[in-house]
């Protein structure tokens, strides 16, 4: 399997993406703050949009930085711009993925980092997998991704990619909150989706989707 | 005079943080820095992690800074804010597992008699539990 996408090409197609998923949270803001207002405090939506807008105000300077100072970044403008434990926690991903990103980034190597940066998101919020969080998508993802990389093309991983973020976010919804806001809530988070798990799928859907599109000339040979 | 450690007051409502503000700073006078963060970056109900770090940086002195949060997202935004300091300042700030108002005042009094750090976040911390 050859690299992500030809070297020069990486910023292009990292644009892609992120125009690709603030497009996405600002499509969605209403359902995203319905599923919070249902379990938490109603902000999820807005939170996440303030940080879509911010991304797509600094999009022209992203694009002049190599791509991993222009994760690390995107990171921290989702760190500064959210204003709820979603900047945090999205903002220390794409930071984590800047931080290691491949120097050769075939798809292999790149699943190992979004790997690691999931793992960093877990510390991040201390919660882990089960626990109604964004987790229960990000991590079954980024590990249906890399596990189905290995044995297959870049489509095929992506769409591996993508059904574990639904089934993932599907599995939320018997699950009682422990952790974040909708925590307060207890019992009544039951039978609710987690909004955090909502974004998270919304954006790897977004990611999945430019990837498959940008990519596959050069990934599926 | 020894200084003293300073307090953060960090809540997801501005109102919430500089009412607390107010508290500790009736209690303790001039004796110890206070300061607050409270709100998104949008001026709506969240917290901001650079108005905390410029909150820790506005009272911080070699004697450190006592940080008080409410609830979920104030502490992920504090912690963040506390690693985006100097290394040098990072390890002489800590975030205290206390509830904001009682934890505050227990703190501010313990900080106003003089005590260091740790003693300052064991007092917020096991005021409660006691
Ligand atoms: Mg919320």
Not at chain 1, 131 to 138: G, N, P, R
Not at chain 1, 179 to 208: N, Q, T
Request: a negative charge; aromatic letters at 2%; glycine letters at 10%.
């Amino acid at each position: 399997m050859g690299r992500m996408s030809p070297p020069d090409g990486d910023i292009a197609v990292f644009l892609h993406c992120l125009q690709a998923v603030c497009g996405e949270l600002l499509a969605n803001e209403a359902e995203l703050s319905a599923l919070d207002r249902a379990i938490g405090d109603g902000d999820h939506g807005a939170n996440l949009c303030r940080a879509a807008h911010a991304l797509l105000e600094a999009a022209d300077d992203l694009s002049s930085l190599p791509l991993p100072k222009a994760l690390e970044r995107a990171g921290m403008l989702v760190v500064t711009s959210v204003g709820g434990a979603s900047g945090p926690l999205y903002g220390t991903m794409l930071m984590a993925l800047g931080r290691a990103w491949p120097q050769d980034a075939t798809a292999g190597a790149v699943a190992d980092v979004l790997e690691q940066a999931m793992e960093a998101v877990g510390r991040r919020g201390r919660s882990t997998v089960g626990e109604k969080t964004m987790l229960d998508v990000l991590v079954p993802a980024a590990r249906a991704f890399r596990e189905s990389v290995a044995s297959g093309s870049l489509g095929a991983a992506l769409q591996a990619m993508v059904d574990a973020a639904d089934s993932g976010l599907a599995a939320t919804r018997p699950m009682r909150a422990t952790k974040g806001r909708a925590a307060y809530v207890g019992e009544r988070s039951i039978g609710h989706l987690d909004p955090g798990a909502a974004s998270a799928r919304l954006c790897l859907r977004a990611v999945a989707r430019v990837l498959c599109e940008s990519g596959s000339k050069e990934l599926r040979s | 005079m020894k200084t003293r450690v300073g307090l953060v007051i960090v809540s997801h409502s501005s109102d919430v943080a500089r009412g607390v503000a107010d508290m500790v700073r009736q209690m303790t006078g001039e004796e110890i820095a206070v300061a607050w963060a409270g709100g998104n970056p949008a001026g709506g109900l969240g917290t901001d992690v650079k108005k905390i770090v410029a909150a820790i940086e506005s009272v911080w002195s070699p004697a450190g800074v006592a940080v008080f949060v409410d609830l979920g997202g104030a502490e992920t935004n504090s912690e963040m804010a506390v690693e985006m300091l100097d290394a040098s300042k990072r390890e002489r700030v800590v975030i205290c597992n206390a509830p904001l108002v009682e934890g505050a005042i227990v703190g501010a009094a313990e900080a106003a008699s003089g005590s260091d750090l740790q003693h300052v976040r064991k007092a917020a911390e096991e005021f409660l539990r006691t």
